[in-house]
């Protein structure tokens, strides 16, 4: 079972950027698909972000599109997401999510289907 923790959530004033890193208690996430959601008081979780297993596929949510960008480290230990161009909008508790399924864009825009493991999030806020 992967124990995933995110790291690297905070405040930032609108137009700034913040750098999200996904890491699963020293072991590699070669092997999954891994995805970024975000939920808002009020509001459903939503699919952020995701790679996937072994092709390096990326999917983007309208929302985010050209503002984030998804990455994994060299030693594929980690997965970041890089955001730029912060809106107020952004904000919400951001969480990572590994799933053993190759592909996972289907599953990230419908809000997290089929993902396996979760993190507890982290906060990130946007001011304006």
């Known amino acids: 079972q992967l124990q995933i923790v995110e790291t690297g959530g905070g405040l930032v004033q609108s137009g700034g950027s913040l750098r999200l890193s996904c890491a699963a208690s020293?072991?590699?996430?070669?092997?999954?698909?891994i995805g970024w959601f975000r939920q808002a008081p009020g509001q459903e979780r939503e699919g952020v972000s995701c790679?996937?297993?072994?092709?390096?596929?990326?999917y983007y949510s309208d929302s985010v599109k050209g503002r984030f960008t998804i990455s994994r480290t060299n030693a594929k230990m980690t997965v970041e997401l890089q955001m730029d161009n912060l809106k107020p909008e952004d904000t919400a508790v951001y969480y990572c999510?590994?799933?053993?399924?190759?592909?996972?864009?289907?599953?990230?825009?419908?809000?997290?289907?089929?993902?396996?493991?979760w993190g507890q999030g982290t906060q990130v806020t946007v001011s304006s």
């Open positions: 999510a590994a799933t053993v399924q190759f592909q996972c864009a289907e599953a990230t825009r419908k809000g997290g289907g089929f993902y396996d493991y």
């Open positions: 020293g072991r590699s996430l070669e092997h999954y698909s």
């Open positions: 790679s996937s297993y072994r092709d390096g596929s990326t």
